[in-house]
């Protein structure tokens, strides 16, 4: 079955520490996204990325980078974690026309301290 | 700025009654409008969608009415269960476009 798996499912880091959230999906779609969920913001867009080696800006990119190194992996990568990234990250695959739904992982609950 | 606009941000309706989520759009080039679903603890879901060339997609016991004119949709969910409490994700992506744009949510609560 077709899915996007997310780890850790949670994440302690402390303040200034370097984190590094993956996903990994089955689905064979060549997009990807990383998104922050917030109470009162929704799903903000942070990096997407096209295809294998590709990686993009989104809505709020600010803090964060990101990794494609395969059509199945995408990272999100915190080289300096600050108290405000506290969030439940999801990373998702699809969202083009051709296959224009997305599927999300399950989420990864990241603290920083 | 936030293309996608949702309300209410949080709705309560009793077992039996029909939810109506609504849900409203800027950009004149979003043609396709998914609505996912998610539960606590889970990633979001798609539910059901629809394309700007209909004004009305139904699947079980949830609809969505559209109206291009207006840029205005809205979901609703007849004969609510309580296992539909759930936020609610309006969202729209235009031809060629890649990246979805997500409203902030309605929080759904079903009473018994």
């Known amino acids: 079955e077709a899915a996007v798996t997310q780890s850790p499912r949670n994440k302690v880091a402390v303040t200034g520490g370097k984190v590094t959230l993956s996903c990994n999906q089955t689905?064979?779609?060549?997009?990807m996204y990383w998104y922050r969920q917030d109470t009162g913001h929704g799903l903000r867009l942070i990096h997407y990325?096209?295809?294998?080696?590709?990686?993009e800006k989104g809505d709020i990119p600010d803090g964060y980078k990101a990794s494609r190194p395969s059509q199945e992996n995408f990272s999100l990568i915190l080289e300096l974690a600050t108290p405000s990234q506290t969030s439940v990250y999801f990373c998702?695959?699809?969202?083009?026309?051709?296959?224009?739904?997305?599927?999300f992982g399950s989420g990864t609950r990241l603290l920083v301290i | 700025q936030q293309q996608v606009r949702q309300s209410p941000q949080s709705l309560t309706v009793w077992e039996g009654e029909t939810a109506i989520l609504n849900c409203s759009y800027e950009?004149?080039?979003?043609?396709?409008f998914p609505w996912y679903q998610q539960f606590p603890g889970e990633g979001p879901a798609l539910l059901i969608s629809?394309?700007?060339?209909?004004d009305k997609k139904e699947d079980g016991r949830f609809t969505i009415f559209f109206n291009k004119r207006e840029k205005k949709l809205s979901l609703h969910i007849a004969d609510s269960q309580p296992g539909d409490s759930a936020t609610y994700f309006c969202?729209?992506?235009?031809?060629?476009?890649?990246?979805?744009?997500f409203g902030s949510g309605t929080r759904l609560l079903v009473s018994p």
């Open positions: 990325s096209y295809g294998a080696g590709s990686t």
């Open positions: 969202a729209a992506l235009g031809t060629g476009g890649y990246k979805v744009v």
């Open positions: 689905n064979n779609h060549n997009n």
């Open positions: 998702a695959s699809g969202g083009t026309i051709a296959n224009s739904d997305y599927t």
């Open positions: 950009n004149s080039a979003f043609d396709y």
């Open positions: 629809i394309l700007s060339v209909s």
